[in-house]
């Protein structure tokens, strides 16, 4: 497969210290590849948070940044920058740079290598470094490795670290079904992708330098953060198989949201809404 163009969504929170320097990294990394590239830079949040002044600090043509003024979660951050996004294949990277940037080469290489639909970077793959991750987290990791497989069989080890890749074709498949805005999002998107036929989907090495002060690696393992990640897992597995609500010819609820200037799922169908109005 070729790629015309690469698009690299980079989802920002509260990282108006290191954000002009991961952007210039990311973009110090691409460059050096015979890739046409994008770097999209989305703060999800601007009312608390003064990273969009520091991002819109990096001069480069193809670095764009967007924010939005409330916090919505890094899901709707990287869907927002996926719309914005012209690439053919559209990868995103956490900021913070916890992942090395080498390894959104590493998915394009394995996503040629085997004309993937999508790959995702994996602590868990065997040619991974990982540094500094404590046994705490690994062990969650691979429970929650376990509760996907059997919830939705996908095979992938690891569908949480922060660096994934995908052709176009699946999101403008499977992006406008999308309901969850928070940690979640990654699972759902997969899992939406697998049910509707992309079943190319694997898993690439990535280096990670775990900092748990730094980005969203260490704040997803907090207790109430881990419970509302698996409520939110345990929702997609209930709208995919039990109200089917990710199948074609479904009529969905959608809201207009001013902040995001685009249309969101409620999560709600329309079938449910008329016969609530008849009772």
């Not at 110090?28 to 003064?50: M, Q």
């Not at 709707?76 to 900021?95: E, L, N, P, T, W």
């Not at 207790?223 to 897992?233: L, N, P, Q, V």
Request: charged share 25%; hydrophobic share 40%; aromatic share 10%.
């Amino acid at each position: 497969m070729e790629i015309s163009l690469l698009s690299v969504i980079v989802p920002i929170y509260k990282q108006e210290k290191t954000i002009k320097e991961d952007l210039l990294s990311i973009h110090a990394t691409l460059s050096k590849t015979p890739y046409n590239f994008e770097i999209i830079g989305v703060v999800d949040g601007t009312a608390l948070d003064s990273s969009l002044s520091e991002a819109k600090k990096v001069k480069k043509d193809n670095v764009k940044i967007f924010g939005y003024k409330n916090n919505k979660g890094k899901g709707q951050a990287v869907r927002f920058g996926m719309q914005k996004a012209s690439g053919d294949v559209i990868s995103f990277i956490d900021s913070g740079m916890d992942i090395a940037p080498a390894g959104i080469v590493m998915l394009l290489e394995h996503m040629k290598w085997y004309n993937a639909d999508i790959i995702i970077g994996s602590k868990l793959h065997p040619a991974s470094i990982v540094k500094n991750y404590p046994t705490k987290r690994k062990f969650l990791t691979y429970c929650y490795y376990i509760m996907v497989k059997v919830l939705f069989g996908l095979k992938v080890r690891d569908t949480q670290t922060g660096l994934k890749a995908y052709k176009r074709k699946v999101l403008e498949k499977v992006l406008d079904l999308l309901v969850v805005k928070t940690f979640a999002f990654d699972i759902e998107l997969l899992a939406v992708a697998n049910k509707l036929g992309f079943k190319k989907i694997y898993d690439a090495p990535v280096i990670v330098n775990w900092e748990p002060t730094n980005t969203s690696l260490g704040k997803v393992f907090r207790s109430g953060i881990i419970r509302d990640f698996m409520m939110d897992t345990l929702a997609v597995w209930y709208r995919m198989n039990i109200l089917k609500y990710y199948y074609n010819g479904r009529s969905r609820v959608k809201v207009f949201d001013e902040d995001l200037g685009m249309n969101i799922n409620t999560g709600a169908m329309y079938e449910r809404k008329r016969h609530n109005a008849r009772h």
